[in-house]
Nanobody, 117 residues
Framework: QVPLVESGGGLLQAGGSLRLSCAAS????????MGWYRQAPGKQRDLVTV???????NYADSVKGRFNISRDNAKNTMYLHMNSLKLEDTAVYYC???????????WGQGTQVTVSS
């Protein structure tokens, strides 16, 4: 198992931008997908974006055109670039890796993003 450490969350005003980072302490092998989820208070954890190893991406409708996922393989780090933030983007954000062998789900510890008016 490879620990994931998230950073970059914080408090900011609506319309602002933020970049979240998810650093793996080592190399994760046999990656199927990687991405970000978020969980708002009292709600379930929802998918924000997913990136497959062939480079294809998928975004939740609510963040399309505003959020972008990227990865720096040399640093074993994944990023979530968030622009034009809205109040409804307030949540705890979790990074996630799914591996196909063994079948396993890695989760970050979560980082709080709070958007104020």
């Amino acid at each position: 198992q490879v620990p994931l450490v998230e950073s970059g969350g914080g408090l900011l005003q609506a319309g602002g931008s933020l970049r979240l980072s998810c650093a793996a302490s080592g190399t994760i092998f046999c990656i199927n997908t990687m991405g970000w989820y978020r969980q708002a208070p009292g709600k379930q954890r929802d998918l924000v974006t997913v990136l497959t190893t062939d480079g294809s991406t998928n975004y939740a409708d609510s963040v399309k055109g505003r959020f972008n996922i990227s990865r720096d393989n040399a640093k074993n780090t994944m990023y979530l670039h968030m622009n034009s933030l809205k109040l409804e983007d307030t949540a705890v954000y979790y990074c996630h890796y799914h591996t196909w062998w063994p079948r396993y789900d890695y989760w970050g510890q979560g980082t709080q993003v709070t958007v104020s008016s």
